[in-house]
């Protein structure tokens, strides 16, 4: 049965987790680059809706994934994994807010920068929406373990028992994921300036980064209470 409490924590950090600047900012090159060559609202929004639905189903079939990794752990270590994950996510949370002061010193959670070439170049070549979902499904992936700790720590509590109703938590995390994105792509298509969101994102990247520590901090806290048998969400 689901409980209050476990579907809080599982929106709010969908909520933190989607405070992405990577996957935010290759949408918005993306977009100017599909207006730069005329295109239309309607081919906006299917490439747009492409890019969206890569990164949708990518996380989702990686949480998958770890759920069954975790799965085939030994009961007997579970504790101790949930506590190192929570320790993990709290490291993760640290360097967030080191990064709202000391911005590039020292080791940063961000995408390696000869992929973020990479994406960059696949950004402004794909014209195509099979090309465009695979760049979305290589956002993703290689996102993934530089901002990632939210949905590790989920899938770490959801995996304990995982039925229909954790399939079900997990997909609405994977949707709260996306949501900016689809916000903004709607906002773009709707006729909201480029460069307005664009200089949005650039304003607010540091702000993200403090608030994205300190929550990932306090969820890194609650993982290793849960584990330990301190709270109990059901």
């Given at each position: 049965?689901?409980d209050?409490p476990?579907?809080?924590?599982?929106?709010?950090?969908?909520?933190i987790?989607?405070?992405n600047?990577?996957?935010?900012g290759?949408?918005?090159?993306?977009?100017?680059?599909v207006?730069?060559?005329?295109?239309?609202?309607k081919?906006?929004?299917k490439v747009?809706?492409?890019?969206?639905?890569?990164?949708?189903?990518?996380?989702?079939?990686?949480?998958?994934?770890l759920?069954?990794?975790?799965?085939?752990?030994?009961?007997?270590?579970?504790?101790?994994?949930?506590?190192?994950?929570?320790?993990?996510?709290?490291?993760?949370?640290l360097?967030?807010?080191?990064?709202f002061?000391w911005y590039?010193?020292?080791?940063?959670?961000?995408?390696?920068?000869?992929y973020?070439?990479?994406?960059?170049?696949?950004?402004?070549?794909?014209?195509?929406?099979?090309?465009?979902?695979?760049?979305?499904?290589?956002?993703?992936?290689?996102e993934?373990?530089?901002?990632?700790?939210?949905?590790?720590?989920?899938?770490?509590i959801?995996?304990?028992?995982?039925?229909?109703?954790?399939?079900g938590?997990?997909?609405?995390?994977?949707?709260?994921?996306?949501?900016p994105?689809?916000?903004?792509l709607?906002?773009?298509?709707?006729?909201?300036?480029?460069?307005?969101?664009?200089?949005?994102?650039?304003?607010?990247?540091?702000?993200?980064?403090?608030?994205m520590?300190?929550?990932?901090?306090a969820l890194?806290?609650?993982?290793?209470?849960?584990?330990?048998?301190?709270?109990n969400?059901?």
């Amino acid at each position: 049965m689901l409980d209050l409490p476990t579907l809080g924590l599982v929106v709010g950090s969908a909520a933190i987790d989607s405070i992405n600047p990577c996957a935010i900012g290759v949408l918005i090159l993306m977009v100017s680059v599909v207006l730069g060559q005329g295109g239309s609202p309607k081919r906006l929004l299917k490439v747009g809706s492409a890019y969206i639905f890569a990164i949708f189903a990518t996380y989702l079939i990686a949480g998958l994934g770890l759920v069954y990794f975790f799965s085939s752990i030994p009961i007997v270590l579970a504790e101790y994994l949930s506590i190192a994950v929570g320790l993990l996510v709290i490291v993760a949370g640290l360097l967030e807010i080191k990064d709202f002061f000391w911005y590039g010193k020292g080791f940063s959670l961000q995408i390696p920068k000869k992929y973020a070439n990479k994406i960059h170049d696949w950004s402004t070549s794909n014209r195509s929406v099979w090309g465009v979902m695979l760049l979305g499904a290589f956002v993703a992936a290689v996102e993934l373990p530089c901002t990632g700790a939210p949905y590790l720590a989920i899938i770490t509590i959801l995996q304990v028992d995982f039925n229909l109703i954790a399939l079900g938590l997990m997909i609405l995390y994977n949707l709260v994921f996306v949501a900016p994105l689809i916000v903004i792509l709607a906002m773009v298509v709707g006729g909201t300036k480029v460069s307005d969101v664009s200089k949005w994102k650039e304003d607010s990247k540091g702000t993200m980064r403090l608030f994205m520590g300190l929550l990932l901090i306090a969820l890194g806290w609650i993982l290793i209470l849960i584990a330990n048998g301190t709270i109990n969400f059901g």
